[in-house]
């Protein structure tokens, strides 16, 4: 580290002298990035990129999905690759015969199913993109049990807005977690994903089960989910942004772009 | 009574009221999302050709370090870019280990979060500015009257003389009509360079993928899409740094004048250079 603080130290004295006036606009952006008003107007398109996004199309309107022969040759892991709590462990180690997912919250019919009962479920299979706030995108072919039917069975209440999904994981110190709204949980794509590339959900990518909200970015496709939990707000759940990294790195909770 | 009639007769009405708007605001819209934009490239600085791409896969441009020296990468072709991309010194003097320096960012530090917020709220004014400018032109006649190549001026012969008198630095831009290097590369950016930036960016959202699937067909996939808006963002750059080294030889007083007020003097000064046309 020193010796490259060394070898720029005389560019940089050049650089200073030319790039002082852009350095005063610089600190007036930090400054307005730092400002709460201007921050919270930034914030509000976000609702308004949701709202144009839900009146341009159908709630049911699919995500692009893609040919076998389109598949990543490698789909790049990132988040966690395991979870590492004792119980999650355990299951790991029994292949998740006693692990049991969790349906409750705001519903009639609280369910409580293992993973051979999601497996033998109607189903759904699909290629599609996985797109990283970050930039890059895999295509992997994923399969599993479409959310809605869970949501229908355990009857969600007509006063619930959001589907909340705990996770296994811990991401740092704290526990990942995601939420979404009913028009994608009840989306004919938004699926818990227990198989990917024809095998069963490898531990790096979510095992045992993982959500696929296909019209949204890589945070909101939670790995590792252990109960997901109908609510009307949001703001009662962890850091009260709707999502991991919503609390924690300040992204925006609707991840359409 | 009409603006142009109460002006002295050596005054000419240079600039629309649209077009004055919206050219300083797009230099600030602009502005912002550019440096937003290389705050956003340096999450992942790489680039791809097709639907997919990721660290797993190849990229045909990198911009990244060593841990010791910054490098841009193309192809196969790569140079080091040690101090400025890649790798560069921030104000306090560290090491960091970023595409694009802080001072070509917004913000300075590295923040994705905040850097989307600030591209995706400016985006809303860059598309709305560019439609709003686009009706206006084509209603108050500065597409046909200013921009439309006229028949007569497709012809070999005019555009070399074009080429040497731009290369003489003899200017005629500010004698009421724009020369064709002018017109063309107007036309270049306004109908090809900026709507390329906001369809590829468009292209870019998921979500917008199952709204207007035909977009991913027009660009060649996701990556694609993210590969040619970083390309047009590099066109747009080279079009301002054009555009201002052109004002600065043409007069930048007389310029910057004409674009605020919207007229310009055309009595002869020791600043008119070039032919009339």
Request: net charge positive; glycine share 8%.
């Given at each position: 580290m020193t010796d490259g603080r060394k070898f720029l130290r005389r560019r940089d004295v050049l650089r200073g002298a030319t790039l002082g006036s852009g350095a005063l606009i610089l600190s007036g952006c930090d400054a307005l990035n730092e400002n709460a008003t201007f921050r919270s107007a930034l914030r509000r398109v976000d609702g308004l990129n949701q709202a144009t996004h839900r009146a341009l199309m159908d709630r049911a309107a699919l995500a692009p999905e893609f040919a076998?022969?389109?598949?990543?040759p490698v789909f790049k892991t990132n988040g966690s690759v395991t979870a590492t709590s004792a119980e999650y462990l355990g299951h790991l180690q029994s292949n998740f015969a006693d692990w049991r997912l969790r349906v409750d919250g705001m519903v009639a019919n609280p369910l409580v199913l293992g993973l051979d009962a999601l497996r033998a479920m109607p189903a759904r299979t699909q290629i599609t993109r996985h797109d990283c706030v970050e930039g890059w995108s895999a295509i992997a072919q994923w399969q599993g049990t479409p959310l809605r039917l869970l949501l229908q069975q355990a009857r969600v209440s007509n006063r619930a807005k959001y589907i909340v999904f705990h996770c296994a994981d811990n991401y740092g110190a704290l526990p990942y977690y995601e939420s979404i709204d009913l028009v994608d949980a009840y989306h004919p794509q938004t699926i818990l994903a227990w198989g990917m590339n024809g095998e069963s959900l490898p531990v790096k990518y979510g095992a045992p089960i993982r959500l696929r909200v296909e019209r949204q970015l890589g945070y909101k496709q939670a790995k590792y989910i252990m109960r997901i939990e109908a609510t009307?707000?949001?703001?009662?759940?962890?850091?009260?942004?709707?999502?991991y990294w919503e609390d924690v790195g300040d992204y925006e909770w609707y991840a359409g772009i | 009574m009409d603006a142009t009639q109460a002006a002295p007769r050596d005054m000419t009405k240079r600039h629309h009221i649209v077009t004055r708007i919206w050219h300083w605001l797009n230099a600030v819209v602009a502005t912002i999302l550019l440096m937003s934009g290389l705050m956003i490239f340096n999450a992942h600085p790489q680039l791809y050709w097709g639907a997919f791409g990721s660290r797993e896969d190849y990229a045909w441009l990198q911009i990244d370090d060593t841990r010791t020296t910054g490098f841009v990468r193309v192809g196969s072709a790569g140079v080091e870019t040690t101090g400025v991309l890649g790798l560069s010194l921030d104000s306090t003097g560290d090491v960091r280990r970023v595409a694009f320096p802080g001072w070509a960012t917004i913000p300075s530090y590295y923040s994705l979060a905040a850097a989307r917020r600030w591209h995706l709220a400016f985006a809303w004014l860059f598309a709305f500015g560019l439609t709003v400018f686009m009706l206006g032109s084509l209603l108050n006649g500065h597409i046909y009257k200013d921009l439309h190549v006229r028949r007569?001026?497709?012809?070999l012969g005019a555009i070399w003389k074009d080429i040497q008198n731009h290369a003489r630095l003899?200017?005629?831009?500010?004698?009421g009509t724009y020369n064709l290097l002018q017109k063309l590369s107007y036309i270049g950016v306004i109908f090809v360079v900026l709507p390329t930036m906001i369809l590829t960016g468009i292209t870019m959202s998921p979500a917008m993928n199952a709204a207007w699937p035909w977009l991913l067909d027009l660009f060649g996939g996701r990556q694609s899409a993210r590969s040619l808006h970083f390309i047009a963002a590099t066109l747009m750059t080279l079009f301002v740094v054009v555009h201002l080294i052109m004002v600065l030889l043409s007069g930048p007083i007389k310029g910057v004048r004409a674009m605020v007020t919207?007229?310009?003097?055309?009595?002869?000064?020791?600043?008119q250079v070039g032919e009339r046309p």
């Amino acid at each position: 580290m020193t010796d490259g603080r060394k070898f720029l130290r005389r560019r940089d004295v050049l650089r200073g002298a030319t790039l002082g006036s852009g350095a005063l606009i610089l600190s007036g952006c930090d400054a307005l990035n730092e400002n709460a008003t201007f921050r919270s107007a930034l914030r509000r398109v976000d609702g308004l990129n949701q709202a144009t996004h839900r009146a341009l199309m159908d709630r049911a309107a699919l995500a692009p999905e893609f040919a076998l022969s389109d598949i990543s040759p490698v789909f790049k892991t990132n988040g966690s690759v395991t979870a590492t709590s004792a119980e999650y462990l355990g299951h790991l180690q029994s292949n998740f015969a006693d692990w049991r997912l969790r349906v409750d919250g705001m519903v009639a019919n609280p369910l409580v199913l293992g993973l051979d009962a999601l497996r033998a479920m109607p189903a759904r299979t699909q290629i599609t993109r996985h797109d990283c706030v970050e930039g890059w995108s895999a295509i992997a072919q994923w399969q599993g049990t479409p959310l809605r039917l869970l949501l229908q069975q355990a009857r969600v209440s007509n006063r619930a807005k959001y589907i909340v999904f705990h996770c296994a994981d811990n991401y740092g110190a704290l526990p990942y977690y995601e939420s979404i709204d009913l028009v994608d949980a009840y989306h004919p794509q938004t699926i818990l994903a227990w198989g990917m590339n024809g095998e069963s959900l490898p531990v790096k990518y979510g095992a045992p089960i993982r959500l696929r909200v296909e019209r949204q970015l890589g945070y909101k496709q939670a790995k590792y989910i252990m109960r997901i939990e109908a609510t009307d707000d949001l703001s009662k759940f962890y850091g009260g942004k709707g999502g991991y990294w919503e609390d924690v790195g300040d992204y925006e909770w609707y991840a359409g772009i | 009574m009409d603006a142009t009639q109460a002006a002295p007769r050596d005054m000419t009405k240079r600039h629309h009221i649209v077009t004055r708007i919206w050219h300083w605001l797009n230099a600030v819209v602009a502005t912002i999302l550019l440096m937003s934009g290389l705050m956003i490239f340096n999450a992942h600085p790489q680039l791809y050709w097709g639907a997919f791409g990721s660290r797993e896969d190849y990229a045909w441009l990198q911009i990244d370090d060593t841990r010791t020296t910054g490098f841009v990468r193309v192809g196969s072709a790569g140079v080091e870019t040690t101090g400025v991309l890649g790798l560069s010194l921030d104000s306090t003097g560290d090491v960091r280990r970023v595409a694009f320096p802080g001072w070509a960012t917004i913000p300075s530090y590295y923040s994705l979060a905040a850097a989307r917020r600030w591209h995706l709220a400016f985006a809303w004014l860059f598309a709305f500015g560019l439609t709003v400018f686009m009706l206006g032109s084509l209603l108050n006649g500065h597409i046909y009257k200013d921009l439309h190549v006229r028949r007569s001026e497709w012809s070999l012969g005019a555009i070399w003389k074009d080429i040497q008198n731009h290369a003489r630095l003899r200017f005629d831009h500010m004698h009421g009509t724009y020369n064709l290097l002018q017109k063309l590369s107007y036309i270049g950016v306004i109908f090809v360079v900026l709507p390329t930036m906001i369809l590829t960016g468009i292209t870019m959202s998921p979500a917008m993928n199952a709204a207007w699937p035909w977009l991913l067909d027009l660009f060649g996939g996701r990556q694609s899409a993210r590969s040619l808006h970083f390309i047009a963002a590099t066109l747009m750059t080279l079009f301002v740094v054009v555009h201002l080294i052109m004002v600065l030889l043409s007069g930048p007083i007389k310029g910057v004048r004409a674009m605020v007020t919207g007229r310009h003097i055309t009595a002869s000064g020791p600043d008119q250079v070039g032919e009339r046309p």
